[in-house]
């Protein structure tokens, strides 16, 4: 059970609204339960996404990134 108790975009705030659609595009249009669970807080949603849309533009290509992130989930025991 999570601790943030995940709300459904249209029960969202506005401002949520508007981040779950630009992380739509990332998702090929699925809503994916991270982004119901920060359309709670949509200070929180927005924080996020600007500090994910800065790592967008480091050094590493996408692969490098979907790697890292897989290995690292793959050694917390993440089933998700």
Request: aromatic residues 10%; proline residues 6%.
């Amino acid at each position: 059970m999570p601790r943030i108790r995940p709300i459904e975009p249209e029960d969202a705030p506005s401002v949520s609204q508007e981040y779950v659609e630009k992380g739509k595009a990332k998702t090929g249009g699925q809503v994916v339960n991270f982004y119901k669970q920060m359309s709670v807080s949509p200070s929180s949603f927005k924080a996020y996404m600007d500090f994910a849309a800065t790592l967008e533009g480091g050094a590493l290509d996408r692969q490098t990134q979907e790697s890292i992130a897989v290995a690292v989930s793959d050694y917390d025991g993440c089933v998700y």
